[in-house]
């Protein structure tokens, strides 16, 4: 944890008085890719794991399709930088200038939902399935792997999980950061994700269902809320959302057929 | 409450069993700001208030300085877009073009945060005060009026806050968008900003920090956790930074000389 946090001088004030105490607080610092030596974007993250931090990135964002696109990483944590080179790398250079044109500032997703081509292609159509209560005990394993919350309440959770369990995991100041990790860390380890489900500690917006869509992940678990766009894009895409899920409590809101709620006769 | 959510068919599951219902999920929609009809940024927000949204995000941005620069807004929520015109549009889209070029991408911190000019423009200068029991019933009225949050579970809160409660308020699926939307209302109000709190119900991130430093605003109250990079800012730029705000209890990160814990004497 010693990278992720700091300890500071602060002025804890309650009810009966003030006192000087040392408090530990989330580290944050800016991260700038450079994909092919081009300055993609800079991130405000976590300083862990960088390399997965970019390639999650590069992924969700459909710069690139798997580890086999990837030449080399180099994550500089002291000057806040990873480079990454790909093969290609001079045609996706151009594709990128064109697309950065389009979807610049934070509006990551409005021009890809609106594309028929972005939905059609990214269709979720594996089988899998899972119990409600297989669900309840992975948000348990999820709960009990946060440590830098328990510790300074600043950073959000994401993991992959299997029926069996968590198989990665990661926390970061973005809730679009630590779902980026867990995925760049499952491309580089080159797992196929259709057969695991996402989960996260943050509300899902609309963005956060396209990441999920783009590896192909079937079923995304929150133990907060979900938009309505969020929830129109799942039922579009195939994908099974459950917000709010909460011990043995859930709330599915499209694709309930993946869910099933009492575990099957044996 | 009725634009800001939607009502959906759920399926709920507790240990029990499990039900379809109808449940109220937030809304999510793309809004995409037009500066002097340039194609400035695509926002995923709550649709409402977008023109505070718009010129929030501007001032936000210091592509604006104040009410003065505005010419026209015009708010379209069907088509999420907002039009804004301002004075000397042209010698600004110049400009604006060869900043996007810098801090495309979600890294609209980093390269104002590395500038020594940003920090000493900025400085908190104003003297304002607050007692601790000033702050914690701002944080009660505060939460007692964030409404789509108890429906929902799916949105932050802001608000400008004076000593005598809550002057400005907003709710937006996105902390950075809700701070916009009460600033935005503060700027086109014509309210002076120096000698009011902001208060947030999301983590405070330097891009928060920044939002608070460019509307002059001396003290940033968050009931939830801030970052390092936060807290340096503060320190930095001599905002008083106060962090987990819960009933009489709060810690505060720095420039501690603006909040008395105990009311003065008489």
Known sequence: MKD??????????????????????????????????FDLVTLLCSPKDLGY?????????????????IKSIFADKKD????????????????????????????????????????????????FKMQANQIARSMKEFQSRSLTYRETGGVH???????????????????HNAIDKVLGECVLKGTK???????????????????????????????SAPTDLAVRLARDLGITLVGFARGSRMNVYSNEWRISAKPPAK
């Open 80 to 127: 806040g930088a990873v480079w990454v080179e790909t093969v290609g790398g001079k045609k996706l250079r151009e594709n990128i200038l064109a697309k950065r044109f389009i979807t610049t500032g934070c509006g990551k997703g409005p021009s890809f939902i609106d594309s028929a081509k972005f939905r059609k292609g990214l269709k979720a159509d594996s089988g």
């Open 157 to 175: 959770s994401a993991g992959l999980a299997s029926p069996d369990g968590i198989v990665y995991f990661n926390e970061d100041i973005g809730r």
């Open 193 to 223: 994700s259709d057969n695991l489900v996402m989960i996260t500690s943050g509300r899902v917006s609309s963005d956060i269902l396209i990441k999920a869509a783009r590896a192909r992940i079937p079923i995304v678990i929150s133990k």
């Open 4 to 37: 992720e946090t700091r300890r500071l001088n602060i002025l804890r004030i309650s009810g009966t008085g003030a006192a000087k105490e040392r408090d530990l607080v989330v580290r944050e610092t800016p991260v700038t890719i450079f994909l092919n030596d």
């Open 53 to 69: 931090l970019a390639v999650g990135f590069l992924s969700s964002e459909g710069l690139i399709n798997g580890k086999e696109d």
